[in-house]
Structure formats: structure tokens, C-alpha cells
């Protein structure tokens, strides 16, 4: 018997489900909106082949990073928050406002969340 204690760590070493999975989300939809956008005028990201820009930073690795805009944790909520209305979180942020549905940023976030840092 391995008791609470066991049991508890047994379960928090089951991995089997990414953290940062969004059901219901698209990441090929997610690429598209990306395209469309324009996101990669500022960033890199890996699967857009042009533009790629600098200003933003490259976004490969992404699922691997643990905060968004360097403050805010790097979570599926909050991912789409940011990347719906970046100013209303941190008026600095260079980052403008995208106009995205709260579907559609989910599927921008389970694209990002597909860039591991391979």
C-alpha cells in the first residue's frame, strides 16, 4: 500500500497529457490566424516562412517558456488574454491589440504551444 502521500506524488509524475493542451482548439487554425494576422512582422515563428521578424522575438520554444511579455504565466488562459488585448494587461507592451475572437486566440495558442524548443 503506498498510502496519501505515495499516491499524491504518483500522480503528479503522470505527464501523460501536456499542461497546455486546449480542447476543442486548433493548431492548424492557429497557423492560418498567425498568417493572416501578420504576427510574424514582428516575431519569428517557426512554421512562417516570411516575414520573420526581430522586434517581437522568436517565439520557437514557446511551449517551453514560462512567461508571457516576462510577467504573466504562461498558461492557456492567459495566453489568450494576451493575445487578444496584450495592452490591457501591460499598457507598456509593445504588442497591439489583435481583434481576435476568444476562439480564434485559443487556436493561435495551441499552435504556439505545438513550438517546442527542439
Known amino acids: 500500500m503506498i498510502g496519501l502521500a505515495g499516491a499524491t506524488l504518483v500522480a503528479c509524475a503522470d ?28 516575431h519569428a515563428i517557426p512554421g512562417v516562412k516570411w516575414p520573420r521578424g526581430a522586434v517581437g522575438g522568436s517565439l520557437a520554444g514557446f511551449a517551453g517558456q514560462s512567461t508571457l511579455g516576462g510577467r504573466f504565466p504562461n498558461r492557456p488562459d492567459t495566453l489568450a488574454a494576451w493575445l487578444r488585448d496584450a495592452p490591457a494587461m501591460a499598457q507598456d507592451t509593445a504588442m497591439p491589440a489583435s481583434g481576435l475572437t476568444e476562439s480564434q486566440a485559443r487556436d493561435v495558442a495551441a499552435y504556439l504551444y505545438t513550438l517546442d524548443a527542439d
Do not use: F, T, V
Not at 501523460?16 to 501578420?38: K, N
Open 15 to 42: 505527464k501523460s497529457i501536456p499542461p497546455r493542451q486546449l480542447a476543442g482548439a486548433d493548431p492548424a487554425r492557429g497557423l492560418a490566424l498567425i498568417e493572416a494576422e501578420g504576427c510574424a512582422a514582428c
